[in-house]
């Protein structure tokens, strides 16, 4: 299986960013996703995920402003983020169940 992400890039503090996560390969492996982060000098952190069947998740510090969702007829998975703040600025990385990684796109929130 092969993640590619796309959608990272500079926002302002109380903006929003979608990150968007394109599996391919066989996908048939794949029971879920999640999302991680790093930001510089941090250890990575579990962001969010969403398992095969809908349910979603997402770590304390981001409920309220992001959002998993999924498109399973284009074999893709999403992390909407609204009201981004500075603190969320990190590499954000989609993983799934088969252990494959995306490339991590960058997210800058400024203040």
């Known amino acids: 299986v092969q993640l590619v992400e796309s959608g990272g890039g500079l926002v302002q503090a109380g903006g929003s960013l979608r990150l968007s996560c394109v599996a391919s390969?066989?996908?048939?492996?794949?029971?879920?996703f999640a999302w991680y982060r790093q930001a510089p000098g941090n250890k990575r952190e579990w962001v969010g995920g969403?398992?095969?069947?809908?349910?979603?998740m997402v770590v304390d510090s981001a409920k309220g402003r992001f959002t998993s969702s999924r498109d399973n007829a284009k074999n893709t998975v999403y992390l909407q983020m609204n009201h981004l703040k500075p603190e969320d600025t990190a590499v954000y990385y989609c993983?799934?169940?088969?252990?494959?990684w995306g490339q991590g796109p960058q997210v800058t929130v400024s203040s």
């Open positions: 993983t799934s169940t088969s252990g494959s």
């Open positions: 390969g066989s996908t048939f492996e794949i029971n879920g």
């Open positions: 969403i398992t095969i069947g809908g349910r979603t």
